[in-house]
């Protein structure tokens, strides 16, 4: 799969986890202090099918959290979505997951 269309592939992941996680929070708005936790359980299945690679709950949740202070700290343009999405993508480049 070419990396475009796996950028593609991951970001609409994202997107799709971002909805299911504000309908499963809807109550509070979206609002979930332990957001991590819930994304790697929701992600971790479909995303090691993606990126064809397998990582636990926990390595998840890290590099969920990474994610997002990265692109905090860099004040990133592009929507969180295509933000996680290259981080992933990128990340599976550089490094090897247990």
Do not use: C
Request: aromatic share 14%.
């Amino acid at each position: 799969m070419a990396n475009k269309e796996l950028a593609s592939r991951l970001t609409a992941l994202f997107e799709e986890a971002g909805q299911a996680h504000h309908k499963a929070f809807i109550k509070t708005n979206g609002d979930d202090p332990e957001w991590p936790i819930w994304y790697a359980e929701y992600l971790q299945p479909k995303l090691s099918a993606l990126l064809q690679t397998s990582f636990t709950k926990s390595e998840l949740v890290y590099l969920l959290i990474k994610a997002e202070k990265e692109r905090r700290e860099n004040q990133a343009k592009p929507a969180w979505s295509e933000y996680y999405a290259d981080f992933f993508l990128q990340g599976t480049q550089r490094v090897t997951f247990l």
